[in-house]
Structure formats: C-alpha cells, structure tokens
C-alpha cells in the first residue's frame, strides 16, 4: 500500500512527512512547518530581540526547507531542527557583533511602548535575554528547553541522555545562575 500525504492528517509523523517532501511532495513542509512553528519561535524569541523574532524564525524555516533533503534521520527531526535553530541565533549574533550593533535592544526601548504594563514587559524580556546570553550552554540549553520548548523533565533527560535526577539537578542550578544574574 503507498503513503500518500494528506495534510489534514495531524498524526502523520514527522518521518512520514519527511519522506513524503524526499518523494517530491513538497507540500509536506507545510504541515512539519506548522507542527513546528510555535516551538522554534518561541525558543527564538527568548534569546532574540523582539524586532528581529520574525526574521530569525523565518529564516531557520528556509535553510530547514532547503537542507531537508538531505536529512539522513540520525536524529529526530525536532532535535535536527533545534540544532538549526541554535545555528542560526549564534549566526544572527556573529553578523550583529560583524556590524558592531549592541547584541540587544537597549532598555530605552520599552520606553517605545504605551502602556506602562507593555514597557515592563519589554524590559522583562531585555533583563532576560541579557542573562540568558551570560550563562553556560549548558544551563541555557536546559532552561529554553523547558520554558521555550514546554517539556517536561524527563523528556529533557531522554533528548539529552541524561538520568531524571541529574536533569533536575542540572536545572536547579541553571535557574539560580539566572537568578543571579538578574539580581546584578
């Protein structure tokens, strides 16, 4: 019997999908797009300036498209595809520090917003991001994967081959780093 895609089927796997884009059927991307959209931006808009979350995000999704065909499966495609998205934010921050821009926004820019509830938040995000930035890869890796990515810890524990109480552990110590940070 032959697969055949039909994009409203939500349980089509992301392997079936994949082969289905390899077989020609481009039009498979668009449900892999869709599953994965909400994921990868926000883990994007952690670790990016709000004026740039769009760009980024866009641009992982076209260099997803154009190198899908030659994923091999060695991985799961969402880890594939986290590691694209990690790519490309160091990409984006090589071309910013290339240009000598500051790597964020400055906390000027909340002033932008009307409202005051806006501006905080604004500036919540700016004091995040700049600790986020400060930390170790790996304690910045767990907590995207757990905020951004909105798994659970054994999860996280399963993607990165680690036991539960180490993953826990792990993350008790990334979240006091970030603490730290965001008392300075």
Not at 166 to 174: E, G, I, P, V
Request: no cysteine.
């Amino acid at each position: 019997m032959e697969n055949t895609f039909n994009p409203t089927l939500p349980d089509s796997t992301d392997e079936l999908l994949i082969q289905n884009f390899k077989d020609g059927r481009k039009d498979a991307f668009d449900l892999l797009y869709y599953r994965h959209l909400p994921k990868v931006y926000k883990r994007v808009r952690y670790v990016i300036p709000e004026n740039d979350v769009e760009d980024v995000t866009q641009e992982i999704f076209i260099a997803a498209l154009n190198s899908l065909s030659s994923f091999r499966g060695d991985s799961k495609f969402s880890t594939w595809l986290r590691t694209l998205t990690n790519y490309k934010v160091a990409e984006f921050y090589r071309k910013r520090s290339r240009k000598q821009e500051p790597p964020l926004s400055p906390l000027s820019d909340a002033a932008a917003y009307t409202t005051d509830s806006a501006a905080k938040t604004m500036e919540e995000r700016v004091y995040l991001q700049r600790a986020l930035q400060n930390l170790p890869e790996n304690y910045k890796e767990i907590i995207l994967l757990r905020f951004a990515e909105d798994l659970q810890f054994n999860e996280i524990a399963e993607l990165t081959s680690q036991n539960l109480e180490a993953t826990k552990s792990l993350f008790r110590r990334a979240i006091a780093a970030l603490r730290t940070h965001l008392e300075k």
